[in-house]
């Protein structure tokens, strides 16, 4: 990307030029590196033309503030992200900057305003899943996918934080045992295990189940005269619930 920087320069390129710059800044804070990126991120900031750009590269440059400690501009660079994002309608940028959002209300202790960004967040990743994710190979990928799993992460964190432990073990429920969960549901509407479908490379799954929530792991244990253990690991915690009948 730097050399590719380099020539757009040499050429007056300056379409190009702000391209390359913000993709070399946002490759700089993605590894550590984030005041090298900032001033790069600025520099193309003031020539974005589109919605959808805007809501990329604000969240882009609203993550770099906040690794190098400048929480109010951070902040008004993920509103930025935000409100762009939403009049673009891109759903799956929007969930990221939602996340990146939260992360900061996070970090200053606004847990109701984290709540609320990450849970806005969790709702688009469910509605991606249910509506974009027909085959079950996909489903088991997606709870893996690192935006996905991120939102899933935050929104236990900020739960546990807000000392709403039943919540936070219902969403980790409801973000660990999903793909299992679809899978079992089509198994009972077929009767039997879909044949491989040719056109996505994967097993195709009609139904979508949804997971347990508190009462109703309260009601399996007692069912089963057991205790139920449920665990959560993100990058930096492990949450662990005991739920007993």
């Avoid at 209300?105 to 960004?117: F, G, N, S, V």
């Avoid at 929104?155 to 660990?176: F, N």
């Avoid at 109703?216 to 619930?241: C, D, E, P």
Wanted: charged share 25%.
């Amino acid at each position: 990307e730097a050399r590719g920087l380099d020539e757009a320069r040499r050429l007056h390129s300056q379409p190009f030029i702000d391209f390359l710059s913000a993709n070399l800044g946002s490759t700089y804070a993605r590894n550590g590196q984030a005041k090298r990126g900032i001033p790069l991120l600025e520099s193309a900031m003031g020539s974005l033309k589109s919605d959808y750009l805007v809501c990329i590269r604000a969240d882009q440059l609203g993550e770099a503030y906040r690794q190098v400690g400048r929480l109010p501009d951070a902040a008004a660079q993920f509103d930025r992200a935000v409100a762009a994002c939403d009049r673009d309608h891109a759903l799956a940028s929007l969930a990221g900057a939602l996340d990146d959002r939260s992360q900061l209300e996070l970090q200053r202790a606004a847990l109701d305003t984290a709540w609320a960004d990450v849970r806005r967040a969790l709702d688009l990743v469910e509605q991606s899943r249910a509506h974009l994710v027909a085959a079950d190979a996909y489903k088991t990928g997606y709870i893996s996918a690192s935006q996905t799993r991120d939102t899933y992460d935050l929104a236990v964190t900020v739960l546990m934080r807000r000392k709403q432990y039943q919540q936070a073990m219902e969403v980790a429920e409801q973000g660990r045992a999903r793909a299992l969960l679809d899978l079992l549901a089509s198994g009972e509407t077929t009767g039997h295990v879909a044949g491989l479908d040719a056109a996505q490379g994967g097993l195709a799954s009609p139904r979508h189940a949804a997971a347990l929530d508190y009462a109703g792991m309260l009601a399996q244990a007692a069912r089963l005269h057991s205790t139920i253990l449920a665990y959560w690991l993100t990058g930096s915690r492990l949450f662990i619930w005991v739920a007993r009948p």
